[in-house]
């Protein structure tokens, strides 16, 4: 008996591994762009990416559907993004004020996402209203499959993103 | 103000991740983090289940009922002990250097115990060939056993149970007395024993089912005031122990223009209390009363009669099989 509990374990272990390197080659890039989207540091996304991917591989054996491994990591990497955001609030209002001269951001691919003017309005919106129109216009989700991975309602989803929408045409009017 | 377009947020916002690229090294670290927490799983789940085991022993010695809070009696001894009685109903023939004495009726006890006597038990059989109890029942002191969960009693083989019975298997169970303690051999559970305040000598004992529960009350002469005989009464806990009864109304005997007597009918006990009016003609009060688990209690009202001690029975007399 007990062998044979080990041997469906090491097949569950092999399908994790080879469904990780297979959703890592799929969709790793755009799960990391997505993060960048929610996150306020950009930085942090791939650590955010990363983290899901492991926690789904952990969770492999537990999932009831496999064909929707892609749905959970990414509600997995919008909960971290969400926990991530939580945390530096917490650690921003307990952090000393910053040098005047403090160093500025290093150049890179992700200073540039830092300098696009739609990330900068996006950041300015409710976290929800961002969610809702990244999961909506960047990551393509459909009303409730945004629904589904924010956990509200599909009329929510509709108002954030309505909501959303306006304030970002606001924000963005003077570069249209 | 005019909300964003969908199609031209969808372009922006692509532009805008656009040069974000995924870090070659991102699949190394995952793999790593993977192996990593599969290292940690079971040091966690180690711990974990430490910890849930603690937690539980400590809630189990937070509410564990502490056995102070419960009656507290002497158990009886372990079942594998075996009683005199046992040995002559099965054995009728001692084995040669096994110590009983060979002679007819109850022995008397051994020199090297100290005022040790048998009880005259009706239903033991005496006769050439055959251990006599009280050689035997010196082997057994005076168990005080401490097993305090005994199980429950077994159901009596007869209501009332048989002359001589406390336990309620159709046996007789022998008593001796040592001192003040009288022990009973159990022929069920083995010895176990009670101690009165006092017993009265020459020894004056009776086993009888009093309240018709099927098991025998130890009934013992403790002392006597003038011609009156006092008697205490010990009952057979569902544990298997004996436990003296409060309040006993035994007493039997004429002292001077005052009788007292008992009798046991149908599980009750028929106390007689009469004063001497004329010659031998006595006002007689007769109360009836129950043993329960706490004691005994009175019945009804008395009831009051005339009895002329030239004629009729004397009702100052020891009844419940006290000879």
Redesign the interface.
């Known amino acids: 008996m007990p062998a044979r509990s080990d041997a469906a374990r090491s097949q569950v272990a092999r399908d994790a591994d080879a469904a990780l390197t297979a959703l890592y080659a799929e969709h790793y890039r755009s799960l990391v762009r997505l993060a960048a989207l929610l996150l306020d540091d950009v930085g942090l996304c791939e650590e955010v990416v990363q983290d899901a991917y492991i926690r789904v591989h952990t969770a492999w054996g537990r999932l009831e559907d496999r064909d929707k491994a892609l749905a959970y990591l990414r509600q997995t990497v919008v909960n971290l993004a969400r926990s991530t955001l939580r945390r530096r609030l917490v650690a921003l209002k307990h952090a000393p004020k910053p040098m005047p001269d403090a160093a500025s951001a290093e150049e890179g691919a992700y200073t540039l996402v830092e300098r696009a003017a739609v990330v900068q309005a996006l950041r300015e919106l409710p976290r929800r209203q961002r969610e809702a129109v990244v999961l909506r216009y960047y990551a393509d989700l459909s009303e409730a499959a945004a629904a589904a991975v924010m956990k509200c309602s599909v009329g929510s989803v509709k108002a954030y993103t309505s909501r959303g929408l306006t304030a970002l045409g606001s924000k963005l009017e003077g570069l249209r | 103000?005019?909300?964003?377009e969908?199609d031209?947020?969808?372009r922006?916002?692509?532009?805008?991740?656009e040069?974000?690229?995924?870090?070659p090294a991102?699949?190394h670290?995952?793999?790593a983090?993977?192996i990593r927490?599969r290292r940690l799983r079971m040091p966690m789940m180690t711990v974990g289940g430490l910890a849930l085991a603690g937690l539980i022993g400590l809630v189990y010695l937070v509410i564990e009922p502490r056995t102070s809070a419960t009656l507290v009696e002497p158990a009886r001894p372990p079942l594998t002990q075996t009683t005199p009685d046992v040995t002559v109903s099965r054995r009728p023939v001692t084995p040669p250097g096994h110590g009983g004495t060979v002679g007819t009726g109850a022995g008397r006890p051994s020199a090297s115990v100290s005022r040790l006597e048998t009880a005259a038990v009706p239903t033991s059989p005496g006769g050439p060939g055959e251990e006599t109890p009280s050689a035997a029942s010196t082997s057994h002191p005076s168990g005080t056993p401490s097993n305090v969960h005994s199980p429950a009693l077994p159901p009596p083989v007869s209501v009332p149970a048989m002359a001589g019975d406390v336990d309620g298997d159709g046996k007789s169970d022998p008593t001796t007395v040592s001192d003040t303690t009288v022990v009973v051999a159990l022929s069920l559970f083995g010895s176990t024993s009670v101690t009165f305040p006092a017993v009265a000598s020459p020894l004056s004992l009776s086993v009888f089912d009093i309240d018709a529960d099927g098991y025998g009350e130890l009934i013992v002469q403790t002392d006597s005031n003038g011609s009156t005989r006092n008697f205490g009464v010990a009952k057979l806990t569902q544990t298997g122990q004996l436990r003296i009864v409060s309040n006993s109304p035994l007493h039997a005997g004429l002292n001077g223009a005052h009788g007292d007597g008992f009798r046991c009918e149908a599980g009750k006990v028929v106390v007689a209390a009469g004063d001497r009016t004329t010659d031998k003609i006595y006002q007689v009060t007769s109360t009836t009363w129950e043993l329960i688990s706490t004691g005994f209690t009175a019945l009804g009202s008395p009831t009051s009669s005339t009895v002329d001690l030239a004629s009729a029975q004397s009702p100052f007399t020891a009844g419940c099989g006290i000879a």
């Open positions: 103000m005019t909300a964003l969908p031209e947020l969808r922006l916002l692509t532009e805008a991740v040069p974000v690229q995924a870090s991102g699949y670290r995952i793999r983090g993977v927490r």
